[in-house]
T-cell receptor, first 112, second 113 residues
């Protein structure tokens, strides 16, 4: 049972435009959400997070939006840069169980 | 400087042999995690530990075992019962008490031949 889902395996965006990556979850006990960026054969690196008590968190070019009623979150990158090309993972944390669950990832390609 | 270290980066083993992957952290984190990544797949949770001498099965624990005898260390053993052990394995740690991110090691690529 996939509790965190990223339904788009890949996304291609032109440099300078906005990239929007989406993530859905099913477990209502998740209370903290994170986005990671990953290159091949390396560990993921943390990008941005959001607590379930908020609906938006912004850090530079990166903004995460959380819609609790829809159990949906999204990552906006604007403007997109070639260095943003990577695989992006959405993750969700269940406080009680201390369980951190990841989605399948979305490969983002920024075209010059 | 603080961090999380996985060793070795590449590991080859013959089919039927058990193999142990190392994960060490000096971040003073209570919680540690093991994930597996297959080509084109996400990160799937194998085992996790909230505190020393305690651990829980994740979503794909069959064929794996762990121990947590020290706060700094969370080794993963891939046993001969694991049907498809060839994969990229990632270890992470996290501060249990706060809303913070998990920090990852650089991963171990295990190839079973």
């Amino acid at each position: 049972d996939q509790q965190v889902k990223q339904n788009s395996p890949s996304l291609s965006v032109q440099e300078g435009r906005i990239s929007i990556l989406n993530c859905d979850y099913t477990n209502s006990m998740f209370d903290y959400f994170l986005w990671y960026k990953k290159y091949p054969a390396e560990g993921p690196t943390f990008l941005i997070s959001i607590s379930s008590i908020k609906d938006k968190n912004e850090d530079g070019r990166f903004t995460v939006f959380l819609n609790k009623s829809a159990k949906h979150l999204s990552l906006h990158i604007v403007p997109s840069q070639p260095g943003d090309s990577a695989v992006y993972f959405c993750a969700a944390f269940e406080r009680g169980a201390q369980k951190l669950v990841f989605g399948q990832g979305t490969r983002l390609t920024i075209n010059p | 400087d603080g961090g999380i270290t996985q060793s070795p980066k590449y590991l080859f083993r013959k089919e039927g042999q058990n193999v142990t992957l190392s994960c060490e952290q000096n971040l003073n984190h209570d919680a540690m995690y093991w994930y597996r990544q297959d080509p084109g797949q996400g990160l799937r949770l194998i085992y996790y530990s909230q505190i020393v001498n305690d651990f829980q099965k994740g979503d794909i624990a069959e064929g794996y075992s762990v121990s947590r005898e020290k706060k700094e260390s969370f080794p993963l053993t891939v046993t001969s019962a694991q049907k498809n052990p060839t994969a990229f394995y990632l270890c992470a740690s996290r501060d249990r008490g706060r809303n913070t991110e998990a920090f990852f090691g650089q991963g171990t690529r295990l190839t079973v031949v």
